[in-house]
């Protein structure tokens, strides 16, 4: 290590000083003594400060405590030893100083365990935003069916498009550092939701709370030091929700359609209607469902997908003439399923051009 002497050390620390003087950041040097101490000199200490968050390092070096400032973390007197004692400290500080530039130049988070690794060639792996979505989301893949419904898990891969497409625009980059995540960044993300993605207030929050579970699974796993959506408001809105008249199902029951697929589309939409279950419901639902009640009429029996709770429907002749109708389609057969239901996106697909009323 080559030092630098007294004046130049101490140029380059007001000169550095001065750039970084209004962050929270500091470093003193300090003796620390040892417990079975008793007497003589002392391991002269540093210690890297960020934000209130602490980093210890030894300088190398000892000294007599009576011959230590400790007010200005440095030895006192003017001898040649004293001085090339005090410049050998400056230096360390100057590079210590030098590593936090040159973290802060680079876009880097900066913590006193960051500078303090990067100074000894120790650096702190680096996890990513992607990285922490991507690991979750094959855990709760594994789980599917047992503590997760498929929905939930296609939530959460739909989050992973929209942020790689948001950096995209945003930063030009398809991930980032998870410590570089931040409040502006989620404010950001939360515009790029609402305005170029088009999503409601609602699907906005349900993304920003998704996010926000990624966020503070990375927190326990200390990927990060601090949870940066702490504090950041989510509200939802109460959405009023219209329904069909009796008319208006009878409209949309009678309505010919000049293909299969939309008349399949518009019958299993007839059915949740008269049975209230949901397309997750309707989608998994085989003959061994459908039971003969105790008023001797045809009822649903099922666990409900979202809840888990179990589930007792009786069936209304509308609904029954619906079963009837797909009873002997090949589907239903091969798949041991009482409707032939398509996947959620081609239900949502083929029912945008169904225009009856």
């Not at 680096?126 to 419904?149: D, F, P, S």
């Not at 929050?205 to 699974?217: A, N």
């Not at 939802?236 to 069909?244: I, P």
């Not at 007839?270 to 419901?281: E, M, N, R």
Request: overall charge positive; proline content about 3%; aromatic content about 10%.
């Amino acid at each position: 290590m080559n030092i630098l002497s007294f004046s130049d050390c101490r140029a380059n620390f007001v000169n550095l000083n001065s750039v970084y003087m209004k962050t929270n950041f500091s470093m003193l040097f300090y003796l620390k003594k040892q417990k079975n101490y008793r007497g003589g000199d002392i391991p002269v200490y540093l210690r890297i400060t960020v934000s209130g968050n602490r980093s210890e390092m030894t300088s190398g070096l000892e000294c007599d405590p009576l011959r230590w400032n400790a007010k200005s973390g440095r030895q006192d007197g003017k001898k040649e030893d004293v001085r090339s004692f005090n410049a050998y400290l400056d230096n360390l500080q100057s590079m210590i100083y030098q590593v936090h530039k040159d973290l802060f130049d680079s876009g880097e988070v900066i913590t006193s365990e960051s500078i303090k690794s990067r100074f000894i060639g120790r650096e702190v792996r680096k996890h990513t935003l992607i990285e922490g979505i991507k690991i979750h989301n094959e855990k709760m893949k594994a789980l599917v069916g047992r503590e997760y419904a498929i929905g939930t898990l296609k939530r959460f891969q739909v989050l992973e498009r929209h942020l790689i497409a948001f950096m995209n625009d945003k930063y030009q980059i398809t991930d980032i550092n998870i410590r570089n995540v931040n409040y502006a960044f989620i404010k950001d993300f939360d515009f790029f939701l609402r305005s170029t993605n088009g999503c409601a207030n609602n699907t906005t929050v349900r993304y920003l709370k998704s996010l926000g579970k990624i966020l503070r699974i990375s927190l326990s796993l200390k990927w990060i030091d601090s949870d940066p959506m702490f504090g950041y408001k989510l509200k939802s809105k109460n959405v009023e929700r219209s329904f069909l008249t009796e008319d208006e199902l009878t409209k949309i029951s009678e309505k010919k359609f000049l293909t299969d697929r939309l008349a399949q589309v518009r019958d299993v939409f007839i059915f949740c209607c008269f049975t209230g279950l949901a397309y997750s419901d309707i989608e998994k639902l085989s003959l061994a469902n459908i039971k003969t009640g105790v008023d001797g009429k045809k009822w649903v029996y099922t666990n409900r997908t979202k809840t888990g709770t179990r589930s007792a429907v009786p069936l209304l002749p509308p609904a029954i003439a619906v079963l009837e109708k797909y009873i002997d389609h090949p589907h239903c057969i091969i798949k041991d399923r009482v409707l032939p239901v398509s996947s959620n996106q081609k239900m949502n697909e083929y029912r945008a051009p169904v225009k009856v009323l």
